[in-house]
C-alpha cells in the first residue's frame, strides 16, 4: 500500500466517524484537515519504516545504476 493510500484510507476513517458531525462543520473543513494532517502523517508513516512509491523507486534505481557501474568496472 503506497504512503498516499494511507494517507487516503485514514482519512476516509476521520470522515465516516466525523458524518454526524458534518451538519455542524464547515463543507471544506475535511480538505483543510487533509491539507494540514497529510505532511504530519506522511512523516509518521516514514519514521514507522515505510517509504512512499516514488522514493522507493528512485532509490532503487539508484541502486540499480550502482551496481551496474560496479559491474562494469570489474570487467575493465
Do not use: C, H, W
Request: aromatic share 4%; hydrophobic share 35%.
Amino acid at each position: 500500500m503506497s504512503q498516499n493510500e494511507v494517507t487516503k484510507a485514514v482519512l476516509n476513517i476521520l470522515e465516516k466517524e466525523l458524518k454526524n458531525l458534518n451538519k455542524l462543520i464547515p463543507g471544506d473543513f475535511l480538505k483543510t484537515l487533509e491539507r494540514n494532517i497529510a505532511p504530519d502523517l506522511n512523516n509518521v508513516i516514514e519514521k514507522s519504516g515505510f517509504v512512499s512509491k516514488v522514493k522507493y523507486d528512485s532509490l532503487s534505481k539508484i541502486a540499480n545504476d550502482l551496481e551496474k557501474r560496479i559491474s562494469d568496472l570489474e570487467k575493465d
